[in-house]
Every structure is written in structure tokens, then in C-alpha cells.
């Protein structure tokens, strides 16, 4: 996957009004090797060139109200509920 895969994605998911964006939440796994390429190529399009990456597990995109978690292949989600 890739960035303008990720812009194509989340275009049709803005643009149809079909789907209900309030709270929906979606998951891509990539293998390990593609998910820092993304993490790096999604860093370096929002901070400056000169800023220090650091690769993260979850790379989060948040678009028109919804948000797109990207996991690397085989990584463990766990969930937390932070109101109890």
C-alpha cells in the first residue's frame, strides 16, 4: 500500500455519504517492511525534513471523522478503555 493508495481510500470513504463515518475506526496490516516505508513517507509529509524519524508500531490517519490505525503483519492490538 502506499500514500496515494491511502488518498485514493480515504477519498471514496469521504465522498460517499452511504457511510457512516461518527466513530468508525479501520484497521490495515502490512508487512513489516512496507509499514515503516509508509510510517517514513507519512512522517516526512507532516514534519520537516530536518525532523528525527522514529518508526512506530501503529501508524494512525485521522480523516473527516473517522481514523485508520496501520499495523504491522502479525502485530497484536490490544484494546483499552480509558473511561473505566
Given at each position: 500500500?502506499?500514500?496515494?493508495d491511502?488518498?485514493?481510500?480515504?477519498?471514496?470513504?469521504?465522498?460517499?455519504?452511504?457511510?457512516?463515518?461518527?466513530?468508525?475506526?479501520?484497521?490495515?496490516?502490512?508487512?513489516?517492511?512496507?509499514?515503516?516505508?509508509?510510517?517514513?513517507?507519512?512522517?516526512?509529509?507532516?514534519?520537516?525534513?530536518?525532523?528525527?524519524?522514529?518508526?512506530?508500531?501503529?501508524?494512525?490517519?485521522?480523516?473527516?471523522?473517522?481514523?485508520?490505525?496501520?499495523?504491522?503483519?502479525?502485530?497484536?492490538?490490544?484494546?483499552e478503555?480509558?473511561?473505566?
Amino acid at each position: 500500500m502506499t500514500y496515494e493508495d491511502l488518498i485514493e481510500i480515504f477519498s471514496e470513504l469521504v465522498n460517499n455519504e452511504n457511510i457512516k463515518k461518527d466513530g468508525l475506526i479501520m484497521f490495515y496490516e502490512l508487512p513489516a517492511e512496507n509499514h515503516e516505508k509508509l510510517d517514513e513517507h507519512l512522517f516526512y509529509k507532516t514534519n520537516d525534513r530536518n525532523a528525527e524519524f522514529t518508526h512506530q508500531d501503529i501508524i494512525e490517519v485521522e480523516v473527516d471523522g473517522f481514523i485508520v490505525k496501520i499495523i504491522k503483519e502479525g502485530g497484536k492490538l490490544v484494546y483499552e478503555d480509558l473511561d473505566n
